[in-house]
């Protein structure tokens, strides 16, 4: 008989407790992000005429340029491409096709410099990436509660109320993972080459090789925004 008050006082314990009154609000953080990793592609030529400038001193140049940008030579620039390009049995295009990997807007702003310098057959910026989405999620996840905190004791103060411990947390954001940005715009200095040409794969105008270089264009980034929302309960202390 004493075992089965002692059940019975326990159940009672526990039916009290879960009607525990709670105040549930939402919570939501969002935060503006821009990229911080950025992969290039440039590519170098070699035509079979006279006054012809060699593939391995454009490249020895292209590697001293990025070197004084602060790029690391030897891990964020790579051979990717080596092939020839014919446009008739008397002309002939070596070709080179590289990649370049820069960290932070400064170092893309002095590598993008150089190259306009060089003044290669094309570059471009291929990807851009904000590798630091984690650490920000991790960020917008506590704005997020604080921001239900806030709300909750809002609400409670409106009826003098006070709010105790958190007793309940649904978290709705499911993303992980380096976000990546589109490029807004193909390619710069494009030598040679249309709008239309300079997004395709292949580079086999020959013909229009020794036309005027063109512009570069301003670098454009879609907006990308990060968000996170919770669903919170707070127990609400007796008067």
Do not use: W
């Not at 503006?32 to 440039?42: A, E, G, N, Q, Y």
């Not at 996840?141 to 409670?156: F, L, T």
């Not at 036309?211 to 008067?239: C, D, G, Y």
């Amino acid at each position: 008989m004493r075992h089965l008050l002692l059940a019975l006082v326990a159940l009672c314990i526990g039916v009290g407790a879960s009607a525990q009154n709670y105040i549930e609000v939402n919570g939501y953080a969002e935060r503006k992000i821009t990229p911080d990793k950025f992969t290039l592609s440039v590519v170098i030529v070699e035509r079979d005429n006279r006054g012809k400038t060699s593939l391995q001193e454009q490249e020895q140049d292209i590697r001293e340029a990025l070197k004084e940008a602060g790029v690391d030579i030897k891990s964020n620039f790579m051979l990717v491409d080596n092939y020839a390009t014919y446009a008739n049995r008397k002309s002939a295009l070596a070709t080179r096709k590289y990649e370049v990997v820069v960290e932070g807007a400064e170092q893309l702003n002095a590598v993008m410099t150089a190259l306009g310098e060089l003044n290669p057959y094309r570059y471009a910026i291929k990807k851009a990436t904000c590798t630091k989405t984690e650490e920000i999620r991790s960020a917008l996840r506590r704005e997020a509660m604080k921001s239900a905190q806030k709300s909750a004791m809002e609400i409670a103060g409106a009826v003098d109320q006070s709010i105790g411990s958190c007793i309940y947390v649904c978290d709705y954001s499911t993303d992980s993972g380096d976000v990546d940005f589109y490029i807004g715009t193909e390619g710069y200095a494009r030598r040679g080459e249309s709008k239309a040409r300079a997004t395709n794969v292949e580079y086999a105008v020959i013909e229009a090789y020794d036309e005027a270089v063109m512009e570069p264009e301003p670098i454009e980034f879609s907006t990308q925004k990060l968000t996170h929302s919770v669903r919170v309960r707070f127990a609400l202390n007796e008067k």
